[in-house]
Structure formats: structure tokens, C-alpha cells
């Protein structure tokens, strides 16, 4: 019979226990919550001005068009341009367009 390299019954149950615990717990990589759902934009910055009925923003003092499309994400729920407000902080992928830089994600982001 071959020797369990661990010593002996008990200290082995415990190992396996402790394998099992650390297998249910999961690791940081598999962690939940905004961590998780990190993503990755090209800006971020705080809202200066906003002209809905021209699809206007203004964001650290630079003026953006906002696309027709633009895609608006609040939380884990997708949202309005309505919902965008002086003040608040966002994270926002845009291009340029015509020389005019037009955004087309924004995540609103926790006030800092």
C-alpha cells in the first residue's frame, strides 16, 4: 500500500476539507459585483453642460455630439439621455466624426 505523502488520516481530511472550502469560495478572479463588471472606456469625466434637444454634452469643458444611438448604461441597466445631469461622473467611448467628436457608450458612473 502506498504511503499518503501528507501523513496521516486526519491531516489528510483536513487537506482535503481546506481544498474544498478554497474550491467553494472561489478566487478573486471570480469575484462579484462592480469589480466584475468593470469596463473599459476611453474618457471619463464630469458632465459641465448638456443640451438634450441638440445632442449636446459638454464633459471637462470639451463639447461632444451625442449619437443618435448613443448607448447609456446606469448600474447594470441600460438608461436614457434623460437621465444624464450636470455634475454627474461618466465613462464614455466616442469617435470622431467630420472633425466633430461624437459619443456612442456613456456609463454613468458613482459620484467621486
Not at 90 to 103: A, C, H, M, W
Request: a positive charge.
Amino acid at each position: 500500500m502506498k504511503r499518503w505523502p501528507f501523513g496521516n488520516s486526519l491531516s489528510r481530511h483536513l487537506l482535503m476539507a481546506l481544498i474544498g472550502v478554497a474550491c467553494l469560495t472561489g478566487t478573486p478572479a471570480q469575484a462579484t459585483g462592480p469589480a466584475a463588471n468593470s469596463v473599459a472606456y476611453q474618457e471619463t469625466g464630469k458632465v459641465d453642460d448638456i443640451h438634450l434637444s441638440q445632442n449636446q454634452i459638454v464633459i471637462n469643458d470639451r463639447a461632444y455630439l451625442l449619437a443618435g444611438n448613443v448607448s447609456i448604461v446606469a448600474g447594470n441597466k441600460s438608461s436614457s439621455k434623460n437621465a444624464l445631469r450636470k455634475g454627474m461622473n461618466l465613462g464614455f467611448n466616442f469617435t470622431e466624426d467630420r472633425q466633430k467628436s461624437v459619443i456612442t457608450e456613456i456609463w454613468i458612473l458613482p459620484a467621486r
